[in-house]
């Protein structure tokens, strides 16, 4: 496997604990508009972008004016509810800085809003090392089109062969595989190792990643690239 130079990495699930946030946020706006939908039904559909979430849950497309309506109520609610409460994983800020250290480039592709992404990425400590950050906004499509993962691997301008996609959902596999790369699983978003298939490895989150660089596909960082067998599976995990 060519040597690991620029890691793209999804943010909600993977680096900052707020999945669960981001589906309770779109039931309760549903709600205030009349439309009850089950969190369990949106919670799967995180990692998506709205305008992909809304039409699945409702029918309504979020270019509607009801659309633009529900979505504007659940960022309003994300952003002054929710958002205040969430943290990133345990090992984020560290795993981060030790790529930065050896030399792999990071941005971010994520299917958030604007606003969203810089308050979330502000969670992470980790500023300072994260050269460009992608969103919902600077792409046609959200994930699981590549669009985004697209914009991101162009701010890279790296040979794909030589970046890896860091996510927690199918999503993100199937963006990262229609935008040509690999990607790495992180299982803190909720689903189990067979909804991440088709990524080469699979680890509980970022401190189980950052344990085990020395044996992941990360582990020499911009100088090469060792290959790593998937963690163990954990049962608890809710989605398949």
């Not at 029918?59 to 109520?73: L, M, Q, V, Y």
Request: proline content about 5%; some cysteine.
């Amino acid at each position: 496997m060519a040597s690991i130079r620029g890691v793209i990495f999804d943010v909600d699930g993977t680096l900052i604990d707020s999945n669960d946030a981001h589906a309770r946020a779109w039931v309760d706006a549903l709600e205030e508009f009349g439309h009850k939908v089950q969190f369990e039904e949106v919670r799967r559909l995180i990692g998506m972008g709205g305008d992909k979430v809304l039409p699945r849950v409702t029918g309504i497309s979020i270019d509607s004016p009801e659309g633009k309506r529900i979505s504007g109520r659940c960022s309003e609610i994300f952003m002054k509810q929710l958002l205040p409460e969430l943290r990133a994983f345990p090992g984020t800020k560290e795993l981060l800085e030790e790529l930065h250290r050896r030399g792999i480039r990071i941005v971010i592709a994520s299917s958030a809003q604007k606003e969203k992404l810089r308050e979330l990425l502000k969670l992470t400590g980790a500023e300072a090392v994260i050269e460009s950050a992608t969103s919902s906004s600077d792409a046609e499509q959200s994930k699981p089109d590549p669009d985004i993962v697209q914009a991101a691997l162009d701010d890279l301008k790296l040979p794909r062969e030589e970046v890896v996609m860091m996510g927690d959902t199918p999503y993100d596999v199937e963006a990262a595989a229609r935008a040509g790369l690999r990607t790495i699983g992180f299982r803190s978003g909720g689903w189990t190792d067979s909804g991440l298939e088709g990524a080469i490895a699979v680890y509980d989150g970022p401190a189980d990643l950052l344990a085990r660089l020395p044996t992941s596909p990360l582990a020499e960082g911009a100088g090469g690239a060792g290959t790593a067998p998937q963690a163990e599976k954990t049962p608890h995990q809710r989605y398949v």
